[in-house]
């Protein structure tokens, strides 16, 4: 039987790291740029920044995200937490990706901080990603924290990589979902789940 366990890898870089600024300042030459012009001079240096930034996910270890925001709790009815905003890049072209995650899980006799679980997706979406395992990774490592009954993830995204190329559609956009346990089992619990991330009423 296949484990619903993620598989979390978690990266930590030596200080002494070399910087990727030359490379970019070698990319911005083969480009035909000058990269040694004012607009340009201190590009290198601010990609390095925001790419260790926008991949800092790998240097990130769940577990002290957690830090222990596990409650014993008697509640039995679903919790959702939805409208998570989220930026990523694409692993194929190294362009971003953004959306918004649902998240939703059945509790067994545990509840996490709802603070947790944005963090936990900010946690996999700053890595060279593609949707449907960002979608997946999420879905997976709550079901391995909290133990629930089933969790329930939907991702909503808008791809650069089909917007500013490709077939350039500005206004296309996809959807990718993971049901575990009773979201997966359970009809009445996957239209529970989809009826409340649809729900529009007093600012939500």
């Known amino acids: 039987m296949k484990s619903n366990k993620a598989v979390v890898k978690v990266m930590h870089p030596k200080p002494e790291e070399p910087s990727i600024a030359p490379l970019i300042k070698e990319v911005l030459g083969r480009l035909g740029e000058d990269p040694r012009r004012d607009g340009l001079a201190q590009t290198p240096d601010r990609v390095d920044k925001a790419l260790r930034f926008l991949t800092s996910g790998y240097r990130m270890d ?10 014993e709790v ?11 905003e989220f930026f990523s890049l694409c692993e194929h072209h190294l362009l971003p990706f953004f ?18 679980i944005p963090r936990i997706v900010d946690a996999f979406a ?6 449907e ?4 990774e999420v879905a997976q ?3 391995e924290i909290i133990d629930p009954l089933g969790v329930g993830v939907i991702c909503e995204a808008r791809h650069f990589c089909m917007m ?25 619990t996957r239209d529970e ?5 649809n729900h529009r009423g007093n600012g939500f």
């Open 62 to 71: 769940i577990h002290k995200i957690v830090n222990g925001a596990l409650y």
């Open 74 to 84: 008697k509640y039995d009815e679903m919790v959702v937490v939805k409208d998570i």
């Open 99 to 116: 959306g918004k995650i649902h998240v939703a899980y059945l509790p067994r006799t545990k509840v996490i901080g709802l603070s947790k």
């Open 126 to 131: 700053r890595r060279l990603q593609i949707q």
């Open 133 to 136: 395992r960002l979608t997946q």
């Open 141 to 143: 490592t709550l079901q």
């Open 164 to 188: 500013m190329r490709g077939v350039e559609k500005q206004h296309s956009g996809a959807m990718t979902s993971a049901m575990l346990g009773a979201f997966r089992s359970r009809k009445e």
């Open 193 to 197: 789940f989809l009826a409340l991330v």
